[in-house]
T-cell receptor, first 113, second 112 residues
Framework: DAGITQSPRYKITETGRQVTLMCHQT?????MFWYRQDLGHGLRLIYY???????DKGEVPDGYVVSRSKTENFPLTLESATRSQTSVYFC????????????FGSGTRLTVV | GENVEQHPSTLSVQEGDSAVIKCTYS??????FPWYKQELGKGPQLIID?????GEKKDQRIAVTLNKTAKHFSLHITETQPEDSAVYFC???????????FGKGTRLSVIA
């Protein structure tokens, strides 16, 4: 199916563990983004990518690592999870530029215990 | 960098009434202002957007207005229906050059 998919939908992990959230899009969109959504903070940008092998930091990048070896995939890794990283994570893609026409995935709810 | 403030954080209206959500932005260079709707358990979805060369844009029951001098923009929903209940986010960016910066969201409840 065409679209943008995130996996897993739900994840519980322990403090200090490494966890990777997956994002896959089928359109070959150039731009991909990771946002986190927290009550009282809205959507905050973690990292984004303009193309394969090109990534840039967003507003809240600390504690996260991204890679983009293929255009369609943009995984987000928490190297050593902390409770403050408990959140809902959204991946998005855009065909043309950094701001227009975002399509969001359905999100991953991550709980760090 | 850009900062977007959104008000109110929650809004309840009777079915059929109008709803207005307001946002202000800080960077005078911003020129693209989209609005997203997020239903429960889903990702945000673009519902309408406006660029700085336009003061108002309408799409059926939804309209967005922009005041560049005051650096604020608003979402207007008329004849609200229960299916309009959702969280709405405003955002701003320098079109094509910067990622979207989102407001904190407004939870709209339409009471039947």
């Amino acid at each position: 199916d065409a679209g943008i998919t995130q996996s897993p939908r739900y994840k519980i992990t322990e403090t200090g563990r490494q966890v990777t959230l997956m994002c896959h899009q089928t359109w070959s969109h150039s731009y991909m983004f990771w946002y986190r959504q927290d009550l009282g903070h809205g959507l905050r940008l973690i990292y984004y990518s303009a193309a394969a092998d090109i990534t840039d930091k967003g507003e809240v990048p600390d504690g996260y690592v991204v890679s983009r070896s293929k255009t369609e995939n943009f995984p987000l890794t928490l190297e050593s999870a902390t409770r403050s990283q408990t959140s809902v994570y959204f991946c998005a893609s855009s065909e043309s530029d950094r701001s227009y026409g975002y399509t969001f995935g359905s999100g991953t709810r991550l709980t760090v215990v | 960098g850009e900062n977007v403030e959104q008000h109110p954080s929650t809004l309840s209206v009777q079915e059929g009434d109008s709803a207005v959500i307001k946002c202000t932005y800080s960077d005078s260079a911003s020129n693209y202002f989209p609005w997203y709707k997020q239903e429960l358990g889903k990702g945000p979805q673009l519902i309408i957007d406006i660029r700085s060369n336009v003061g108002e844009k309408k799409d059926q029951r939804i309209a967005v207005t922009l005041n560049k001098t005051a650096k604020h923009f608003s979402l207007h929903i008329t004849e609200t229906q229960p299916e309009d209940s959702a969280v709405y986010f405003c955002a701003a960016s320098i079109s094509g050059n910067t990622p979207l910066v989102f407001g904190k969201g407004t939870r709209l409840s339409v009471i039947a």
